[in-house]
């Protein structure tokens, strides 16, 4: 079982910046390959980014592309997401989740572990 828990959500300003950060527990968490996706009110949860093992190799949606960073700390088993150039349209819960393989990274049905998520508004 894995435990992750998200936090550094709230209020951001087009333009800014936010970090979010999601804490892991119980099994190795160098041995997930981590995620975070997003969810906003009446849409379909969709993929934001995700990095191996050892953030060797970091993969990332078209809507954020060029904007926002995965990385990851195996010492502190956490994992961050660095959002930059901040959009209303990035106003969404963002989940932060855990599977073993490298496969399947953008698919949210892939993963095997969630966190409870943390709200990011974005104002204009």
């Known amino acids: 079982q894995v435990q992750l828990v998200e936090s550094g959500g709230g209020l951001g300003q087009a333009g800014g910046s936010l970090r979010l950060s999601c804490a892991a527990s119980?099994?190795?968490?160098?041995?997930?390959?981590m995620g975070w996706f997003r969810q906003a009110p009446g849409k379909e949860r969709e993929f934001v980014a995700a990095?191996?093992?050892?953030?060797?190799?970091?993969y990332y949606g078209d809507s954020v592309k060029g904007r926002f960073t995965i990385s990851r700390d195996n010492a502190k088993n956490t994992v961050y997401l660095q959002m930059n150039s901040l959009k209303p349209e990035d106003t969404a819960v963002y989940y932060c989740a855990a599977k073993q393989f490298i496969t399947r990274l953008t698919v949210a049905a892939a993963y095997d572990y969630w966190g409870q998520g943390t709200q990011v508004t974005v104002s204009s």
């Open positions: 990095i191996g093992w050892s953030s060797g190799k970091t």
């Open positions: 119980g099994r190795p968490f160098s041995s997930y390959a």
